[in-house]
């Protein structure tokens, strides 16, 4: 098939109104405004403008990428809770503004009871049933300034700002009610308790070691006395 010369000129004419109105619509100019530019500029503008937009989309995706891997970076691939390095960190934070301010501040480890037995009858996909609920549980019976992390196999560390000895009792409670509520796996039903220790400091030296083990050793006294109990170490 032949092209004639006139359907080249219409064809170069319309490819090159796309462009104009391409390059309008980027500058938010009516293409009229844009009449009198030479062809070979618009195709220029046109052609820089489709390589910014590329360049735009690749920058998006880098971006997207790195989130999601902050995110991978900094979350319980199990609970989608904050991580144990993310608990550290945000631990060594608050206690150096507690210090600073003369604030108290609380943490409270959280123990599932009896997660070993539900392991050995049901599964453990049963036990990542009990981890998953419950700490989502105890992530709904906090603050939003509070943090709910996982600790590490069958423990939660909850780190609570501005919470005295009074208020810390309080939350503990609250966070041994979450295993009230049985769960079921096909069918069966899991009994899963919840035993807290906790511990607070206030002062100019508040330290992160000593207060994660004041609360661990009063978790150790919890579990001691029996299940689902909270014990703590006031301070």
Known sequence: MEISAGDFRERRNLALRARRDTVAAWFLVHPRDLAALPAGVLETMADRLGAARALDGQVAELR??????????????LTSLA????????LVHECARASRYGHPLTVLLADVDALK????????????LVLVEL??????????????????????????????????????????????????????????G???GWATQ???????LRLVR????????SKWEGRGRATGAGG
């Open 83 to 90: 991580n144990r390095r993310v608990a550290e960190e945000r």
């Open 135 to 192: 700490g989502a549980r105890l992530q709904r019976m906090v603050r939003a300034i509070d943090l709910v992390a996982r600790w590490g196999g069958d423990e939660f560390l909850v780190i609570c700002p501005e919470t005295d000895a009074a208020a810390a009792a309080m939350v503990a409670e609250k966070l041994v009610r979450v295993g009230d509520e049985a769960l079921t796996f096909d069918a069966s039903e899991l009994d899963c």
């Open 117 to 128: 037995t539900v392991n050995d009858s049901h599964g453990h996909r049963a036990g990542d």
């Open 214 to 221: 004041a609360a661990d050793e009063a978790l150790y006294r």
């Open 64 to 77: 997207s990428t790195a989130q999601r891997w902050e995110t991978l970076a900094s979350t319980d691939p």
């Open 202 to 208: 206030r002062g100019t030296e508040v330290d992160p």
């Open 194 to 196: 919840v035993s807290v």
